[in-house]
């Protein structure tokens, strides 16, 4: 089993900036690539950011100057450092982690998704 437990969200005003966190924990033998994506209301959800494992980090067009993706690999989380955030940054913000765990029958690769955080931006 993997699980992934996102934290930071908030309430902030246009402007403010907030840093979330995403923990992987489990039965984890390696951990590629990890992302944040992010889903509001009537929207489908997209890819924020994404970060592999050697570090290369890609951002959506929107977050471009404002977001920075980073990951501790000794910790086994990722981070989003969200600046300038703005109402239409109003979302859930999901982490997701391509992973391969130890299963019973031995070594599964899969993609894996947290619980979400809610993110609120005033205007």
């Known amino acids: 089993q993997v699980q992934l437990v996102e934290s930071g969200g908030g309430l902030v005003q246009a402007g403010g900036s907030l840093r979330l966190s995403c923990v992987v924990s489990?039965?984890?033998?390696?951990?590629?690539?990890m992302g944040w994506y992010r889903q509001a209301p009537g929207k489908q959800r997209e890819l924020v950011a994404a970060i592999r494992s050697g570090g290369s980090a890609n951002y959506a067009d929107s977050v471009k100057g404002r977001f920075t993706i980073s990951r501790d690999n000794a910790k086994n989380t990722v981070y989003l450092q969200m600046n300038s955030l703005k109402p239409e940054d109003t979302a859930v913000y999901y982490c997701?982690?391509?992973?391969?765990?130890?299963?019973?029958?031995?070594?599964?690769?899969?993609?894996?998704w947290g619980q979400g955080t809610q993110v609120t931006v005033s205007s």
């Open positions: 997701k982690c391509a992973a391969t765990a130890r299963q019973t029958m031995g070594l599964m690769t899969g993609d894996y």
């Open positions: 489990g039965s984890i033998f390696s951990i590629n690539a």
